[in-house]
Each structure stands twice: as structure tokens, then as C-alpha cells.
């Protein structure tokens, strides 16, 4: 879908140009992280600034085909986030006046605030005592990967196998180890 902001032919008003645009803020207020905000129905995308603000033009709500009426929902998304969105309402494809999450210009005023879900940190460790015959890694006799998981919020974890055979599957090799009783899961 294509529209016109002027007319070539004769003076005519410009179209008023509609956009949403606000600031998003991560719950550990992490600079570097641009957050992907997405128009759903308009399929049109931007991302924050390093300060948390973006501008998202909705060129095509006015067509020849019709103008967009009722709600558009705007996503917000970073990964090991957890998602957040809100919903700006259209009239005869320009913003409505019965706003709750955006003015009726398009400024978020909605508290986007992302909240962290998981955390992961990872490193090897490099163990000289035990000398393996086996594995030579340039005199170092073993290697271990230690991946630590931060679960801030209550998270379902699904755990993958890779299926051998039809009678035979691998696990994924992954361990957890519940803090608080001290007990180790092998998934």
C-alpha cells in the first residue's frame, strides 16, 4: 500500500503525517539494548535510540482500498525480556480521540517498562591437576563449561532431546541446580 503526503497536481494541504513514538525502559536500565516495537496490523517496526526513544510513521492507515478503524496493538521485545505491548485506537484511519495508551497525537503515555526474564553468564575453566591421556588441550588435562541461568521471574524451562532412534534419545546434557535444596537436575 502506497499513499500521497501532497497532491502534484494543485495546492491541496499536506496530509498530516501519523506516527507513534515515546520512550521504553528496561528494568535494569540497560543502555545498550535497543528494544524492537512493532505495529502489528501495519507490519512496520523500528527500535529505541541508546536514551529509550523511538518513532514508528504509520504511512498507510488512509488508503484507496479504506482507512484503518478500532485497535492496532504495538508490541515491545527484547530478547530475554518479557514481552509488553499497547493498543492505540484508529477512526477512519487517524487516531482516535478515546486514547488509553497513546495521546491522541500518538505519544506513548502507557509505562513501558521491560522487565528482565533470564540472565545467562558462561566460561571455561581450565583444570591442570588431573592429567588425562586421552585429551591433550596444550598441556591443560581438562576443560569445563559452566553456563549459569538467573531466572528472575517464575519461568517454565523446556528441555530439548535429540531423538537416536526411535528407541533412543540423547539429553541435552543441561544441569540444574535448585539453590535452595541443594539438589541437581541433569536434563
Known amino acids: 500500500m502506497n499513499s500521497c503526503s501532497s497532491n502534484p497536481f494543485w495546492d491541496d494541504s499536506k496530509t498530516r503525517e501519523i506516527k507513534i513514538y515515546g520512550h521504553i525502559s528496561l528494568e535494569d536500565q540497560d543502555k545498550d539494548v535497543p528494544v524492537f516495537i512493532w505495529a502489528d496490523i501495519f507490519n512496520l517496526y523500528t527500535k529505541t535510540d541508546q536514551d529509550g526513544l523511538f518513532s514508528l510513521p504509520l504511512d498507510n492507515s488512509q488508503t484507496q482500498m479504506g482507512n484503518i478503524n478500532g485497535p492496532v496493538q504495538v508490541y515491545f521485545y527484547v530478547h530475554n525480556y518479557i514481552l509488553d505491548s499497547a493498543t492505540i485506537f484508529f477512526a477512519n484511519g487517524e487516531f482516535s480521540s478515546e486514547q488509553t495508551e497513546f495521546s491522541n497525537d500518538g505519544m506513548l503515555i ?49 528441555i530439548n532431546n535429540k531423538v537416536v532412534s526411535h528407541h533412543d534419545y540423547l539429553p541435552s546434557g543441561i544441569l540444574f541446580n535448585n539453590i535452595l535444596s541443594d539438589l541437581s537436575y541433569a536434563y
Open 110 to 158: 502507557k509505562n513501558i517498562n521491560l522487565r528482565k526474564l533470564i540472565s545467562a553468564s558462561s566460561y571455561f575453566l581450565f583444570d591442570q591437576q588431573n592429567q588425562s591421556p586421552d585429551i591433550n588441550l596444550n598441556d591443560v588435562d581438562s576443560l569445563k563449561f559452566i553456563l549459569t541461568l538467573d531466572i528472575h521471574h517464575d519461568t517454565d524451562i523446556s
